[in-house]
Nanobody
């Protein structure tokens, strides 16, 4: 059974930084595509960034140049470094995992989410 546990959310002022972590258990991590999604109140859940098992990364346009996704296969952990945060980045951030990147966010596994709040 795969479990994803996020941490690192919190309250930060605009322009500040946070680093989210997602620790995965189960025999999936090293071969899985991993990603971060976010959902603000009343809005749909959107892809923020994703990373393939081979390390290929993709970012949503609204975070390019500010956020960086990375993974440490030895620690079964994926990270999201968020810099220059804006109030519109306020959302619940979810970690996701899937056997292949085409399935990420469609099927697979989700964490419980971590709240990120950016004050102006």
């Amino acid at each position: 059974q795969v479990q994803l546990v996020e941490s690192g959310g919190g309250l930060v002022q605009a322009g500040g930084s946070l680093r989210l972590s997602c620790a995965a258990s189960g025999n999936i991590f090293s071969n899985a595509a991993m990603g971060w999604y976010r959902q603000a109140p009343g809005k749909q859940r959107d892809l923020v960034a994703r990373i393939s098992s081979g390390g290929i990364v993709n970012y949503a346009d609204f975070v390019k140049g500010r956020f960086t996704i990375s993974r440490d296969n030895a620690k079964n952990t994926v990270y999201l470094q968020m810099n220059n945060l804006k109030p519109e980045d306020t959302a619940v951030y979810y970690c996701a995992a899937a056997p292949m990147i085409a399935l990420l966010g469609v099927s697979g596994y989700w964490g419980q989410g971590t709240q990120v709040t950016v004050s102006s």
